[in-house]
């Protein structure tokens, strides 16, 4: 029997990684964390994130009008990030088919089609979309005073550097924030600006117990990705 899989979605700030911790530690039954924070941070190589010198291969950040170089930025995958994605949904899903449980925090972006590689590969498995939704402003608050910069490098940046990355991450927040969120599919949506993590997890296991989860079905039919 296949193991559920548990989508956790939401930008930085949000509360993935606090709800994702929670609900392995207090679950009865044995769940496996692994999600795109993880990804980013440990297995996909430095060079080929957006701070690196091959991040046109993997994934970069570029201007979203072309005609205002400083102004917001957005994400563009290159070919090497493609297949990264393509490869890290494949280990959940066969991680799941090894019966394992697994809890997974996302960036479910459409465009570029990361949530459509994602539902396509998972199709058939068990799996549950949960959505941690708070306003912008809350986010924005949340997020001013953590080391955001030094975030997915294994040592410390220089004020220089700091300073750079942290100035590319503001002007990356509110694509984010939109591409995240412009997908309104899931099985369960929660301001985490109104409920602590207790009960958020408490919000989880009362929909896994409800019954199978039906956003996966409804966004394959939506992009035409069911096999």
Not at 69 to 94: C, I, K, S
Request: overall charge neutral; charged content about 25%.
């Amino acid at each position: 029997m296949a193991g559920k899989i548990l989508i956790v979605n939401g930008t930085s700030g949000s509360g993935k990684t606090t709800t994702c911790e929670r609900f392995v530690a207090t679950a009865e039954e044995c769940w496996l964390y692994y999600g795109v924070d993880h990804f980013l941070g440990q297995t996909f190589p430095r060079a080929y994130g957006h701070r690196g010198p091959r991040a046109a291969e993997g994934y970069e950040a570029v201007p979203e009008n072309p005609a205002d170089p400083e102004g917001p930025l957005r994400w563009r995958l290159g070919p090497l990030g493609e297949r990264a994605f393509a490869l890290f949904h494949e280990w959940l899903a066969t991680a799941a088919r090894m019966g394992f449980n697994l809890v997974a925090d996302h960036l479910l972006l459409a465009d570029p089609p990361i949530l459509q590689d994602c539902v396509r590969r998972l199709a058939g498995l068990p799996v549950w979309i949960v959505t941690l939704k708070p306003p912008f402003e809350v986010l924005e608050a949340r997020i001013a005073g953590r080391d955001i910069a030094n975030r997915f490098a294994p040592g410390h940046l220089s004020a220089e550097e700091a300073a750079r990355a942290r100035d590319r991450l503001e002007r990356l927040r509110p694509w984010f924030y939109r591409a995240v969120y412009d997908n309104p599919v899931a099985d369960l949506v929660v301001d985490t600006a109104r409920e602590d993590p207790d009960a958020v997890c408490a919000q989880i296991r009362a929909r896994l117990a409800a019954g199978p989860g039906t956003a996966l079905a409804e966004l394959a039919r939506r992009y035409g990705a069911s096999g």
